[in-house]
């Protein structure tokens, strides 16, 4: 190729790209794009961030409002269903009904020790007594043993109300009624189901490498339990205890089927007494606002536990419910 060629194509290029600088319809393909101005998929970001905080606040307001609404009743005075409950209300608010809940004639100490012996005697027996048993339900393989797991799940779909007449005669064959030690026993076993299912698929999530791990270091079978299963079961154990706790602190129907004697009346079936008058005789009358203040105070220590143990509950129940 001669040196003249080059210099013809060399124009014909030049007259090319001056050809196409010159259109008034030519882009720059190498300009940025505008990063300033929001593209639709932050807007649609930003506007499912405002709608998920509102539903929130909606929903919180929802679970929120009885709540609010019991605590503003029970500092209503007696005859506020007869006046009708409004905004007016707030003028008639009155101490009284926590005052006669905390009056020293009343005396609900030993009520509270009762109550307190109770839901922690549950607690302890329930979170033992499931441990050891879903333990052997998931990690010590014997024949029978989904049988014995969907028996101890059958419990579940009777009534408690069914029960009641052969608790009675089999506590009074033990001599344990009119006895907390009866009502302590009736609470674990009716707990035990429920229990037992939840630390069983905690169990199921602990991977088995571990067990054979510290099998093979030389430790038995209640050193594994100990030392490697219930650290990590953590969680669940204490969700089963929490569970046992309620259920012995909020008991009412069965204190009052198996209990007779005044001082070992529990702290509900004390309170459910104090708020029911005989004005006309022979018929109940019960005062709505010192019910509702009899409720808020019995709620105090399962709020309490529940918020200190949270981080534990959530977790355990979760794991304890999806294997």
Partial sequence: ?????????????????????????????????DVTRPGPRRRRVHASGVAYVAVGTVLAFLFIAPIVYILFR?????????????????????????????DPSV??????????????????????????????????????????????????????????????IVLGKLGLLDSLVGVVLVLVTLQLPFSVFVMRNTFDGIPSELEDAAAIDGAGTGRIL?????????????????????????????SVTFLSTDSKYTLPLALSSISTSFKIPGVPVIDPGLLTAVACVATVPVVVLFLALQRYYTRGLIGGSIK
């Fill in 74 to 102: 029970s500092f209503l005075p007696a005859d506020a269903d007869a006046r009708g409950i409004g905004l007016e209300s707030i003028a008639t608010l009155t101490l009284r009904n926590y005052a006669k809940v905390f």
């Fill in 226 to 254: 100990r030392s490697v299963m219930l650290p990590l079961a953590w969680p669940g154990l204490v969700t089963t205890a929490l569970f046992g706790f309620m259920a012995g602190w909020n008991d009412l129907l069965s």
């Fill in 1 to 33: 190729m001669s040196a003249t060629d080059v210099t013809k194509r060399t124009t014909a290029a030049s007259r090319r790209g001056a050809g196409r600088a010159s259109r008034p319809d030519a882009v720059d393909r190498t300009d940025a794009p």
């Fill in 107 to 168: 005396d609900l100490r030993q009520n509270i020790v009762n109550s307190f012996v109770v839901a922690i005697a549950v607690a302890v027996l329930v979170a033992l007594v499931s441990t050891l048993a879903a333990y052997a339900l998931s990690k010590i393989r014997f024949r029978g043993s989904s049988i014995v797991f969907v028996l101890l799940l059958a419990p579940l779909v009777v009534p408690f109300q069914g029960l009641l007449t052969p608790l009675s």
